[in-house]
């Protein structure tokens, strides 16, 4: 990632300045400067308004649809299988993989009808933590709106890359 500019926050920056959006749930967020580039990964796990968990890590190497996926991934392997919560992610594409597609390239044997599925190592570990995690619902966020754990995600993600 490059040097922290204005528009990067620290955490500590997106707590003192943002307080609307979900108070708990799980939010999580990639970055990546370059597509491909060195890139960031992170989540944090809330619940009214307080930190129950966060990670965040990095790649040298990689795309901003691989630092969505590995989150979403060090996300539901946080939650115990009879977890019942919400997950966030601002990537739509993470979001219709898991709510919409993956059941359908499972039946296909893993094919899609347009070519082959990116990420395809990744999206099949997702699929299987979802699956495993039936009280966890993934609901889609929209990005850079003021919503406080989202920005803090996004926050931990820029801080890893």
């Known amino acids: 990632m490059s040097p922290r500019t204005l528009a990067q926050l620290t955490p500590e920056e997106v ?16 970055a990546c400067e370059g597509n491909p580039g060195p890139g960031g990964w992170g989540f944090v796990w809330v619940a009214d308004n307080r930190i129950v968990r966060e990670e965040h890590g990095n790649d040298p190497g990689t795309t901003n ?17 009879d977890a019942t919560v919400t997950v966030y992610s601002d990537s739509q594409l993470c979001v219709n993989t898991v709510n919409q597609w993956a059941a359908g390239w499972e039946r296909r044997g893993w094919k899609r009808k347009t070519g082959p599925i990116a990420n ?16 966890v619902q993934l609901t889609w966020i929209k990005a850079h709106d003021g919503s406080r754990w989202n920005e803090y995600a996004d926050a931990l993600a820029s801080l890893s890359g």
Do not use: H
């Not at 707590?15 to 990639?30: E, K, N, Q, S």
């Not at 649809?65 to 996300?75: C, D, G, K, Y």
């Open 15 to 30: 707590l003192a300045r943002f307080d609307a959006g979900p108070t708990t749930g799980v939010f999580t967020d990639g």
């Open 65 to 81: 649809n691989r630092m969505e996926l590995t989150a979403l991934i060090r996300a539901y392997r946080a939650l115990p299988e």
């Open 120 to 135: 395809l190592e990744l999206v099949q570990e997702l699929w299987t933590l979802s699956q495993a995690r039936t009280g």
